[in-house]
């Protein structure tokens, strides 16, 4: 229980009154104003029922509906204020005697909510009555960019992507997969021919072949040093890296392929192994993934994807320059000789401000110097890797989930994979 601002100034001016009249007659209206504010504040101690509608599961940086009702009976009225963690923010924050707010993440992982703030004033205006309890805390989990990638599923599905890997074609020449015997045709080819059946049939029989549609997928995300470092003001290396993984998993399931994800460093931290339907499982795997300040192995990584079948494996990492990259090209032909593999990485938007505005200061000239040699640097490195049979892909970071779903359905659609 507490006063308001309007209880203090009768406090107040009871005080300049005091100059004025007299003092037993100040004291006793100062005692009437006090049993005043103290009734008036009891009549709203009553607990009123509260009720808060929040998403368990957000994505991070995209806003979702929150609702804080309360009980509007019952005298007086009243306002709801919602705390928030660091890493959840709500606007607006404050509302009465019903909150319609919205709610984003800034930051992947678990987070506590706590329970709203319920503030009544009597209905004299001179009371009030604090409480924190009204409901529980709850615990928000929040995914990566979960809305970019359905968004790409659904174009997918709804064939609003070129090559979305949804059509039966592959590669001129024999397919993969044994489908039928039927007789032989002119233009058929030699290898086709079934002679086992020709003999059985006395005449020309050849086997049909279709290409294998389901294929695997693999994403394979380092979490180590480098992917800790800031693109904006609002996502690191590894959220963008994450948001295009859980968009390679969603349309993976859309074009019926079997999708897993490896996360490393200097050891392997999440391994799911590809299968169908898999995107729930690779997004609740890696999720809470936090970079941690160590080098990366990529050879430990790539043995341990290195001996499935052929599959596409997407590495997300980031491609510094030539030296800090010698430990990925080096293991590259691990995978490179048995697999399709793209090193996608994020493009720094800070270099390209840098190289894109015009110098103010002398400082700022160096600055763009600067820029130049470290994307020379990574172009070289980038150099490197595709001499190994590597595919590089960087993109800006909001667009990195399109350019790997694009890169995936590309070379599903040429039958690379």
């Given amino acids: 229980m507490s006063p308001t601002p309007r209880a203090a100034l009768g406090f107040v001016v009871l005080a ?24 008036d504040a009891w009549s709203v101690r009553a607990r009123l029922d509260v009720e808060r509608t929040v998403p368990s599961i957000l994505s991070r940086g995209v806003a979702a509906p929150l609702l804080v ?11 709801v204020r919602q705390p928030t963690p660091p890493d959840l923010d709500v606007e607006p ?29 009597g209905p004299l205006g001179l009371g009030r009555w604090d409480r924190s309890d009204v409901t529980a805390a709850a615990e928000v989990t929040v995914y990566p960019d979960l809305h970019t990638a359905r968004r790409l599923a659904a174009a997918v599905r709804h064939g609003k992507l070129a090559d979305a890997g949804l059509r039966m074609r592959g590669p001129l020449g024999l397919g993969t997969e044994f489908e039928s015997i039927r007789d032989y045709q002119p233009d058929d080819d030699i290898r086709q021919v079934n002679w086992r059946a020709t003999a059985r049939m006395q005449r020309p029989m050849s086997n049909i072949y279709r290409v294998e549609q389901d294929r695997d997928v693999v994403c394979v995300v380092d979490t180590g040093r480098l ?26 399931d859309v074009v019926g392929d079997r999708v897993g994800v490896l996360a490393f460093d200097r050891e392997v931290r999440r391994h799911v192994r590809p299968r169908r339907h898999g995107s729930d499982r690779v997004v609740a795997a890696v999720f809470d993934l936090e970079p941690n300040d160590v080098e990366s192995d990529y050879e430990l990584a790539f043995r341990t994807v290195g001996g499935s079948k052929r599959s596409l494996v997407l590495v997300l990492t980031d491609l510094l320059e030539e030296s800090a990259a010698k430990p990925l090209v080096a293991a590259a032909p691990v995978l490179s000789r048995r697999h399709a593999v793209v090193v996608a990485g994020s493009i720094d938007p800070d270099l390209d401000a840098l190289l894109s505005t015009p110098p103010a200061l002398p400082i700022d000239a160096y600055s763009a110097a600067v820029a130049v040699d470290v994307l020379e640097a990574r172009h ?4 490197r890797l595709e001499a190994t049979g590597v595919s590089v892909l960087e993109a800006a970071p909001g667009a990195l989930p399109a350019a790997c779903v694009s890169a995936y359905l590309r070379l599903k659609a040429r039958a690379r994979l």
């Fill in 227 to 252: 992917m800790a470092a800031p693109l904006g003001s609002d996502r690191t290396r590894l959220d963008a890296a994450l948001d295009a993984v859980a968009a390679v998993a969603m349309v993976a």
């Fill in 69 to 79: 009702a309360v009980d509007p009976s019952g005298p007086g009225h009243g306002q």
């Fill in 380 to 383: 070289r490195a980038a150099a």
């Fill in 16 to 39: 300049g009154l005091a100059l004025l009249l007299p003092i037993s007659l100040v004291l006793l209206a100062a005692l009437a104003w006090a049993t005043a504010m103290v009734v």
């Fill in 93 to 121: 924050p404050v509302g009465g005697p019903m909150l319609d707010a919205s709610i984003t993440a800034t930051r992947r992982g678990r987070h506590t909510l706590p329970g709203p703030a319920l503030r009544r004033v």
